[in-house]
T-cell receptor, first 110, second 116 residues
Framework: SQQGEEDPQALSIQEGENATMNCSYK?????LQWYRQNSGRGLVHLIL???NEREKHSGRLRVTLDTSKKSSSLLITASRAADTASYFC??????????WGAGTKLIIKP | SQTIHQWPATLVQPVGSPLSLECTVE??????LYWYRQAAGRGLQLLFY??????ISSEVPQNLSASRPQDRQFILSSKKLLLSDSGFYLC???????????????FGPGTRLTVL
């Protein structure tokens, strides 16, 4: 079953602006991951944040995690055309499965 | 480094025909393997996962089946395709020697299946 829900479903911004996507989940987690999927391609792992972490950075990516609200956000700063993709959050399952959200489609306009 | 191979990249099959999609993994041993289906513009639906040779768990009842004849080979099959089987099929691997990265998953390039 789908646990993570991203919002918005779609986001269109100008190149250079920041993009923020959110993910909510329902049950306790060990970690939360963000993935990117370019159109028609496989998913690529971006960043993992553990349940005892509140914020994590990787290059232009910033992820926050609020376990009290069961939510996470992914911020992409200074967006580029190459950031156009769908972004998915995934939370872990006790059986080492990942529970996936429906994704946010991000479009960066030149 | 780990690499996930999937083929074919695209496939057009008539309704009622059989299906065989293959996934192979390089760079690790004893991975957990996954088959997902993704409808256009949607998230991932887990179809099958395997924690070892011959061990298959099905998440969604359907006319698809999976097999793992070797440690790093995962096959998705159908005896008779339905129109509703159209979609983008992704193979993924996690765990195994990569368990130090928690349960991060690594994906193949996917197979676009169109059933006509």
């Amino acid at each position: 079953s789908q646990q993570g829900e991203e919002d918005p479903q779609a986001l269109s911004i100008q190149e250079g602006e920041n993009a923020t996507m959110n993910c909510s989940y329902k049950t306790s987690i060990n970690n939360l991951q963000w993935y990117r999927q370019n159109s028609g391609r496989g998913l690529v792992h971006l960043i993992l944040i553990r349940s005892n972490e509140r914020e994590k950075h990787s290059g232009r990516l910033r992820v926050t995690l609020d376990t009290s609200k069961k939510s996470s956000s992914l911020l992409i700063t200074a967006s580029r055309a190459a950031d156009t993709a769908s972004y998915f959050c995934a939370t872990d399952d006790s059986n080492y499965q990942l529970i996936w959200g429906a994704g946010t489609k991000l479009i960066i306009k030149p | 480094s780990q690499t996930i191979h999937q083929w074919p990249a695209t496939l057009v099959q008539p309704v009622g025909s059989p299906l065989s999609l293959e996934c192979t993994v390089e760079g690790t041993s004893n991975p957990n393997l996954y088959w997902y289906r993704q409808a256009a513009g949607r998230g991932l639906q887990l179809l099958f996962y395997s924690v070892g040779i011959g061990q298959i768990s099905s998440e969604v009842p359907q006319n698809l089946s999976a097999s793992r004849p070797q440690d790093r080979q995962f096959i998705l099959s159908s005896k008779k395709l339905l129109l509703s089987d159209s979609g983008f099929y992704l193979c993924a691997a996690g765990g195994g020697d990569w368990r130090s990265s928690y349960n991060e998953q690594f994906f193949g390039p996917g197979t676009r299946l169109t059933v006509l």
